[in-house]
């Protein structure tokens, strides 16, 4: 192109005036060509920094290339236990007894009333992090089997043993013996992910083999019911069999594990949901350690603060974990009670409730931690020995009768609610634990407040205004309490079978 030419370009690329370079066309050669070779030089560079800021691939088959054989096809064997039996057919020790087998013996297993036991299979991806053969992949695709196949990208088999499992995110670590390295992907920082960045998922969808499909991170941070759920969504392709693959970035690091899609069908719609990374690591860590999981545990029950309930407890902001129950446990230990607001735990901020139960399992068991409490308007800095999620989830707590014999009592209407004071009789039905108090509900106005915020029949008050309500005379003394306050609401501790929630309900629906 001739230099006139190019220099028409570059003015109309910079929207320069032609007389903000005239000077370049005149007799002064080498400024002028100084000026072209600059100005051409920060075009090309400003357009490759466009093309690398939108991350879109001329093509995937490089890295593909590159991180296949990394990928793995798991296919496991689970025995279905059947019966082996005429079972309901004749009774036990009939003289017909010998017929029916022999018949069904016949038809083979499976035909007659007194199946026998059978082979069942299952299919799904997975994926090598360390040349020594450890493999990651779904806890639901090896849940139950008896034997565990992996098949490599290179055409060979091999046999499988399981390390550990953690149900909660769905994660299973397996172990293959192989006679080489085997190739292996590193894991990457799934928390500097963003929307909209180009991702590629690899696996095994439908049983038909090793398979790629690409698309972008659509969404982050994704809760689909788990409570340490934190999931990628993508609009890469993910079907059936995908379970348990990767989902890698641009540089050909895993940043989530392929669990789970939403579908009407069964089939890829664009929506499917991968693990990040960041989750799956540290539960890799523990699975190789110690062959199963070691999350933190602070002891108590809480919920998230919401405005009515900010409002009623005169906070400021709805930020913070609120303490619903301290069962005995490392928080009892420490002081904490129902009703302290958490809004910091080891040295960062608590946002909520879901923030503040991934804050605490990913911390090391036994550690002392500082916990901020917001008590009554006040706050309070407790230190916390945290003891072990699994040991606490699998202890089972003891139930007693209450002695006390309790005089029939009568019931009271107030805030939409009919109330009556907790008998030991009551106590048993709902099946509560002696220590629990309170008033029992026992009918809802459907057109009040309280019935649209939940409450039902067979809930009961211990608390009101965070203080302990043992008859109607204690609710109304609380009524009255925040009204001299001036507070629109009243805070209202309710346990429905054991289980503790805040509710805010607001006086003027007396």
Do not use: C
């Amino acid at each position: 192109m001739k230099a006139a030419a190019r220099l028409i370009l570059i003015e109309k690329e910079f929207n320069l005036k032609p007389q903000a370079i005239a000077r370049t066309r005149g007799n002064a050669t080498p400024l002028r060509l100084f000026w072209l070779s600059t100005l051409s030089m920060i075009l090309i560079l400003s357009t490759s920094l466009m093309a690398a800021a939108q991350g879109a691939p001329n093509s995937f088959a490089e890295l593909a290339s590159r991180i296949s054989p990394s990928v793995v096809n798991i296919t496991t064997s689970t025995t279905v236990a059947g019966r082996t039996g005429p079972q309901g057919i004749v009774p036990e020790g009939s003289p017909f007894e010998d017929f029916f087998r022999e018949f069904q013996d016949r038809n083979g297993p499976g035909t007659g009333p007194g199946e026998r036991p059978r082979q069942s299979s299952a299919l799904g991806s997975g994926f090598v992090i360390s040349e020594d053969g450890y493999v990651v992949t779904n806890n639901h695709v090896i849940d139950g089997a008896d034997e565990i196949q992996v098949e490599f990208f290179e055409g060979f088999e091999l046999p499988a043993t399981l390390v550990g499992t953690d149900p909660n995110t769905d994660i299973a670590l397996l172990k293959v013996e192989a006679e080489t390295p085997l190739k292996f992907v590193n894991f990457g920082d799934s928390d500097v992910a963003q929307v909209g960045d180009w991702v590629m998922a690899m696996g095994n969808p439908l049983g038909q083999g090793f398979s790629v499909s690409a698309g972008i991170v659509s969404a982050r941070n994704r809760a689909l019911s788990g409570t340490y759920d934190d999931y990628i969504q993508t609009d890469a392709a993910i079907n059936r069999g995908n379970s348990g693959g990767p989902l890698f970035n641009m540089d050909g690091a895993v940043i989530g594990v392929n669990t789970a899609i939403l579908s009407p069908n069964g089939g890829s719609i664009g929506i499917g949901f991968s693990m990040a990374s960041n989750v799956v690591q540290r539960v890799v860590t523990q699975l190789k350690e110690f062959g199963e999981t070691r999350r933190g545990w602070l002891g108590v029950r809480i919920q998230d603060v919401t405005d009515d309930v900010a409002e009623a407890m005169g906070l400021d902001s709805t930020v913070g974990a609120l303490v619903t129950d301290v069962p005995e446990g490392p928080a009892m230990e420490a002081g904490m009670k129902s009703g302290d607001v958490i809004v910091s735990f080891d040295g960062r901020d608590v946002a909520d409730t879901r923030g503040l139960v991934r804050q605490v399992g990913n911390t090391e068991v036994g550690k002392t931690v500082r916990v901020v409490v917001n008590r009554e308007g006040s706050t309070e800095t407790l230190r916390i020995k945290l003891g072990r999620r699994e040991e606490a989830e699998s202890a089972m707590p003891a139930s007693q009768t209450d002695p006390e014999q309790e005089e029939e009592p009568s019931e009271t209407d107030l805030l939409g609610l009919t109330l009556v004071p907790l008998t030991a009789e009551m106590r048993d039905e709902l099946q509560l634990a002696e220590s629990v108090k309170g008033l029992a509900v026992t009918e809802v106005d459907e057109g009040s407040e309280a019935f649209e915020k939940g409450l039902r029949a067979g809930d009961v008050i211990t608390e009101a205004g965070q203080s302990a309500v043992l008859s109607v005379s204690d609710l109304q003394d609380r009524i009255d309490e925040a009204e001299e306050a001036g507070r629109k609401s009243l805070l209202l501790l309710v346990r429905r079978g054991g289980d503790p929630r805040f509710v805010a309900l607001s006086l003027s629906s007396e």
